[in-house]
């Protein structure tokens, strides 16, 4: 898969580096430069095939009525992804170009979630408008219905005929079976136990320790892969980048 092309527009050195340094620990992402005004940053876009653009809505010249970045309206690349130290800002921003918003200092979690917006629109067809909100998950939960985020799901573990589903908000425990829900959630899950499903997207690292494949996710919790299941996450990887 090709990398993801991005270019940052901020005029905060301290900001843009921090920034820069989560998304260098991608290798599926691509940081093309960094800019500190308007000028460098259309330079950037019309030379550059960029995917993505982090943008602070504080940059010089940003709102001036000759500037036009990609209309959020129209599927066309770059995705501009909007950041400030002000969450007033970020209605302006989504209203006119930016599909995300990121308070800073831009946290990990909150990249994360993003990114993973992103590359789901990035491969969709060129005729389908976006929507920057976050693929659903739905539960049954007694007599309500639990709906929870995909980004925000870290695994999914089994006890019998009940599942916890751990996210990065808490846990939840539903009346299910792995057997049933497995089919109905996206390919970013997968089984690494008979017990035990995960969300590539939050998968650190893997290693080996006497003998025994390891997952580590963004948490810092840390399973097993068992031998039955080595086969299925190996080819998986390469598409998910590792927190």
Same mark, same amino acid.
């Given at each position: 898969?090709?990398?993801? +092309? %991005? !270019?940052?527009?901020?005029?905060?050195?301290?900001?843009? =580096?921090?920034?820069?340094?989560?998304?260098?620990?991608?290798? +599926?992402?691509?940081?093309?430069?960094?800019?500190?005004?308007?000028?460098?940053?259309?330079?950037?876009?019309? #030379?550059?095939?960029?995917?993505?653009?982090? *943008?602070? #809505?504080?940059?010089?010249?940003?709102?001036?009525? &000759?500037?036009?970045?990609?209309?959020?309206?129209?599927?066309?690349?770059?995705? #501009? !992804?909007?950041?400030?130290?002000?969450?007033?800002?970020?209605?302006?921003?989504?209203?006119?170009?930016?599909? /995300?918003?990121?308070?800073?200092? *831009?946290? =990990?979690?909150? @990249?994360?979630?993003?990114?993973? +917006?992103?590359? &789901?629109?990035?491969?969709?067809?060129?005729?389908? @408008?976006? /929507?920057?909100?976050?693929?659903?998950?739905?539960?049954?939960?007694?007599?309500?219905?639990?709906?929870?985020?995909?980004?925000? *799901?870290?695994?999914?573990?089994?006890?019998?005929?009940?599942? #916890?589903?751990?996210?990065?908000?808490?846990?939840?425990?539903?009346?299910?079976? $792995?057997?049933? !829900?497995?089919?109905?959630?996206?390919? &970013?899950?997968?089984?690494?136990?008979?017990?035990?499903? %995960?969300?590539?997207?939050?998968?650190?690292?893997?290693?080996? =320790?006497?003998?025994?494949?390891?997952?580590?996710?963004?948490?810092? /919790? *840390?399973?097993? !892969?068992?031998?039955?299941? =080595?086969? $299925?996450?190996?080819? @998986? @990887?390469?598409?998910?980048?590792?927190?």
């Amino acid at each position: 898969m090709s990398p993801v +092309n %991005i !270019v940052i527009a901020d005029a905060e050195p301290d900001a843009a =580096r921090q920034l820069g340094q989560l998304i260098d620990t991608y290798p +599926n992402l691509q940081l093309l430069g960094a800019c500190a005004d308007l000028p460098d940053t259309l330079k950037a876009l019309r #030379c550059e095939s960029v995917d993505l653009l982090f *943008v602070d #809505c504080q940059l010089p010249g940003l709102w001036g009525q &000759s500037v036009r970045l990609p209309d959020k309206t129209v599927t066309q690349k770059p995705l #501009c !992804v909007a950041m400030s130290h002000s969450e007033q800002d970020a209605f302006q921003a989504i209203a006119h170009f930016a599909f /995300s918003f990121l308070l800073k200092p *831009v946290g =990990r979690p909150e @990249l994360a979630k993003v990114l993973l +917006n992103a590359h &789901s629109l990035l491969l969709q067809s060129p005729h389908h @408008l976006y /929507s920057p909100y976050p693929l659903k998950i739905w539960f049954a939960r007694g007599h309500e219905v639990l709906a929870l985020d995909e980004p925000g *799901v870290l695994m999914i573990q089994a006890a019998g005929n009940y599942l #916890c589903i751990h996210t990065t908000g808490g846990n939840y425990v539903v009346r299910d079976t $792995l057997k049933a !829900v497995l089919p109905r959630l996206p390919r &970013s899950f997968v089984q690494i136990h008979r017990s035990t499903l %995960i969300n590539l997207h939050h998968l650190r690292s893997m290693s080996m =320790r006497k003998g025994v494949l390891i997952a580590e996710l963004s948490d810092h /919790s *840390v399973l097993p !892969v068992s031998r039955r299941f =080595r086969t $299925l996450i190996e080819p @998986l @990887l390469r598409d998910f980048p590792l927190q």
